[in-house]
């Protein structure tokens, strides 16, 4: 481009106006040139071409202002016939050096108005959203559903909504910014919803709080109206020493809580304060008592109520244990409280006592308050109570009071109804021991430690053998045999005697199907057996699967039975008498029922109680006694047996007086089904296999020396005479 430029300086020179050629050419050379320069200039640069002089052809001769950039010599044809120089121009570079400054400090100063207005801008944005918010804070405070209040570290009120005027009946127009707190309860006191009087004493539990205040934890407290509303306040302090109140009314909530409480300390059937009220009131009672005043905790126990249910079911259940909570609730005295535990257990609480004999007299009392019978959907239910007493002279632990009450409740159970027992310190072991076999007794007839003995019953008359009373027996493990006096009584507690009974029933009536000879075997039924559905199912199982006629079954039931006699009963004995099982009455003379129950019985036989057998040979009392009972048995159309028959003597003294069998040791004792048939055959019965007898066993070893002649290999562990059923 210099060659160029430079071979065009140097014709417009040497050939300057000589042709149009030369013309033309330096028109275009100096078109070009200026368009170079523009180009030049427009990018900060000056260009001078010189010839091979130096002296310059073209441009502007370099000032101290430009710095030389760039400078190239011209070549033609091999020959230098000059140079090009490029320049930069520092004045223009200064120029636009000095127009960014101007223009960074414009941006600058633009850029800060733009702050400015946005600040503004932010600024008011700011306030409108404070306006809304306060506007809503407003809002909200005016339609909470509390009373709210702003004080501020001088106790005065900054301001409040409008319920806190109405919670405490407050006039607005009297309440103004600035008013002391001391002014607002004073005012609160006049409208009657403050109720303590004294001002002074308020202001400094709330002073007393405000020096040692814990922002998370308020100060509250309840108050009531005259109208009878209860207000509950918090107070929580604030970040900068003041606080603020918040008030609600809490009437409902606190009647619904009373209810809540009511209601877990009271049975709803009933009404009475129930075990969870019992647990507070008797840790308060035991834990003050003294020798001077003693506590007394009775123990209330319902005898044979589960039949009640079982047979009339929970809705006449329910109607029974109403009216015994009545009446257990009437006979309560000055000091005495009623609970029912739950079920049929109820519970009185006694305080203040200075005499045992009170006690005592509290008791029975509560047990005779049964004596006349319940009706209770158009039936009479005769109810009796048993109870446990629990007597405190020194404090000790509601836990331990509960338990040593119940221990002499479960005595007084095994005693005859309607009795009470004191709880006393052999009564524990007694407990232990129950409890003992209470969880070993259903294991007894899946680990087959139960088995049965027979005792021989003979007929006076012929001097046969005519039948067999079937006594359970238990062989414990670890402690040996246990006694029947000792395990039915448990087992009629726990509901063991059922799967007993029928166990008992079955075997029975499988021994004796097989007896050659019209045996008649006779089981003891309990009371509580025969209050209970399934018995007479139970019998005619047993019956079929035996092949045993049913008139050589006989039930016994106890005179104790007649207390329980109700309707259910009644249709039980019914039944059996209508398939053929007889019915004999066991422990007659002891003193339960009377003759007059005898006739509405369907009796086959009363058994004399072994109590009047044994002075029947040098009593006179005795003997008059049992001829009576004899007399009248007969002339209902029954026999009698006499049971516990041990000597020659009474053998005759019955006989003559008319008895028609006897059972006891001087006939033969209990013993196994090996032994009774032996006994009773003189030897062993086989077992029949499709109704066909096979032939008779071999006779077993025999027994230790030193057993009864009449009845050997038996303990005397076995000599009582116990059935099923209640001790005989």
């Known amino acids: 481009t210099a060659r160029t430029l430079l071979t065009a300086a140097a014709l417009e020179n040497e050939f300057s106006g000589q042709s149009d050629i030369s013309r033309n050419l330096m028109n275009e050379s100096q078109g070009f040139l200026n368009g170079v320069d523009s180009l030049m200039e427009s990018a900060g640069f000056e260009m001078s071409i010189h010839d091979n002089r130096g002296q310059l052809a073209r441009g502007t001769t370099p000032s101290s202002l430009m710095a030389v950039s760039h400078r190239a010599p011209i070549v033609v044809s091999g020959s230098q016939i000059g140079s090009v120089t490029l320049q930069r121009n520092n004045m223009l570079a200064i120029y636009w050096l000095a127009v960014v400054v101007a223009s960074g400090i414009t941006a600058i100063m633009l850029f800060s108005l733009y702050l400015r207005n946005s600040a503004f801008q932010s600024l008011e944005i700011i306030a409108d959203d404070f306006r809304r918010e306060a506007e809503k804070l407003r809002f909200t405070l005016e339609h909470a559903d509390v009373g709210i209040a702003f004080f501020d570290q001088n ?12 919670l405490f009946d407050l006039e607005p127009q009297r309440f103004t910014r600035g008013i002391s707190l001391r002014e607002v309860i004073q005012a609160r006191y006049r409208a009657g919803s403050f109720s303590d009087p004294d001002v002074d004493s308020f202001l400094e539990q709330l002073n007393r709080w405000d020096r040692t205040a814990n922002p998370t934890i308020p100060w509250r407290y309840i108050s009531a109206t005259k109208s009878g509303r209860m207000i509950e306040s918090a107070v929580f302090a604030l970040p900068d020493e003041g606080w603020v109140s918040t008030h609600q009314d809490v009437t409902e909530k606190l009647l619904h809580q009373r209810e809540l409480e009511r209601l877990a300390r009271h049975d709803p059937l009933t009404g009475l304060e129930n075990r969870t009220a019992l647990a507070a009131d008797l840790e308060r009672s035991v834990a003050k008592a003294s020798g001077d005043l003693l506590t007394a905790l009775i123990l209330l126990d319902l005898d044979g109520f589960k039949e009640v249910n079982d047979c009339y079911g929970h809705p006449v259940g329910d109607q029974v244990l109403v009216s015994v909570a009545n009446r257990f609730r009437a006979a309560c005295g000055q000091g005495e409280t009623i609970y029912r535990m739950g079920g049929d257990e109820f519970a009185v609480l006694k305080t203040g006592v200075v005499e045992g004999s009170d006690i005592t007299e ?6 005779n308050s049964l004596d006349t019978d319940i009706d209770a959907e158009g039936r009479l239910f005769k109810i009796t109570a048993s109870a446990g007493i629990l007597t405190a002279s020194h404090p000790i632990s509601a836990l331990d009071a509960l338990k040593n009450a119940d221990i002499a409740l479960y005595e007084a159970k095994s005693h005859s109804r309607g009795s009470f027992v004191f709880f006393c310190d ?4 007694k407990s232990f021991e ?9 294991g007894a007839l899946k680990n087959s430690e139960t088995y049965l003995h027979y005792q021989p019953i003979k007929c006076l008359a012929s001097g046969n053998i005519v039948g067999v009373e079937v006594l359970l027996r238990w062989q414990h493990p670890q ?3 246990i006694s029947p006096q000792v395990f039915i009584p448990i087992a009629e507690q726990t509901g063991d005697i059922f799967a007993l009974s029928e166990w008992t029933i079955r075997e029975a009536c499988r021994a004796a199907g097989r007896w050659p000879e019209p045996i008649h075997l006779a089981i003891n039924i309990s009371a509580i057996q025969l209050q209970r559905p399934g018995l007479v199912e139970t019998i005619l199982n047993s019956l079929a699967s035996s092949g045993l006629e049913p008139s050589r079954l006989k039930i016994e039931i106890t005179e104790s039975s007649f ?8 249709d039980t004995l019914e039944r059996l008498s209508a398939i053929g099982v007889g019915l004999f009455l066991d422990d007659f003379g002891t003193g339960y029922s009377s003759l007059a129950q005898v006739f509405n019985l369907s009796l086959d036989v009363v058994k004399l109680d072994r109590s009047l057998v044994a002075g029947i040979a040098n009593s006179a009392k005795s003997m008059s006694l049992a001829r009576a009972i004899v007399m009248v048995t ?4 029954a026999s009698v047996i006499a049971e516990g028959v041990e000597t020659a003597d009474q053998y005759e003294t019955l006989k003559n007086i008319g008895v028609d069998y006897v059972q006891g040791y001087h006939i033969a004792r209990p013993m196994n089904l090996a032994d009774a048939e032996i006994f009773m055959f003189g030897k062993r019965i086989a077992p029949k296999i499709n109704g066909v007898r096979t032939e008779v066993l071999d006779i077993l070893p025999a027994a230790s020396s030193d057993a009864n002649p009449a009845s050997p290999g038996v303990s005397p562990i076995d000599d009582p005479i116990i059935g099923v059923g209640s001790a005989a």
């Open 362 to 367: 509290c008791a029975t009392r509560l047990i």
């Open 426 to 429: 052999n009564l524990a072991q």
């Open 155 to 166: 106790k005065k009120i900054v301001t409040n909504n409008c319920k806190y005027y109405s």
């Open 563 to 570: 207390l329980d006699m109700s309707e259910f009963v009644s």
């Open 434 to 442: 129950f409890l003992s076999l209470k969880s070993a007794l259903p």
């Open 634 to 637: 007969k002339s209902i159309g």
């Open 479 to 481: 402690r040996g045999a």
